[in-house]
């Protein structure tokens, strides 16, 4: 269980400083994308791998209101 936590809290430090690598929005940070554009990816597939599960995560951090605990995250480290 202690292992999982970690694996989470090492998956979302990574998410605070994870930036987009293509496109439109290269270089903001994943949590700093438009909402827009974020849902788009949703309804259109999020890329495979790694960057496809943050953008995953940033959705639902974005449909909740919770993108602020990320960007804390991200100035604290």
Known sequence: MEENNFQNQ???????????PFGKYKN??????PEYYVVWYRNKGFPQ???GKQ???VY???LNG??????K?????
């Open 10 to 20: 090492q998956f979302l430090l990574e998410l605070a400083k994870a930036k987009m």
């Open 49 to 51: 791998g790694k960057l």
């Open 28 to 33: 903001y940070f994943l949590i700093d994308l």
């Open 73 to 77: 995250i991200g100035a604290n480290n």
């Open 66 to 71: 919770l993108e602020d605990l990320v960007r």
């Open 55 to 57: 953008m995953a995560l």
């Open 60 to 62: 639902e951090l974005k």
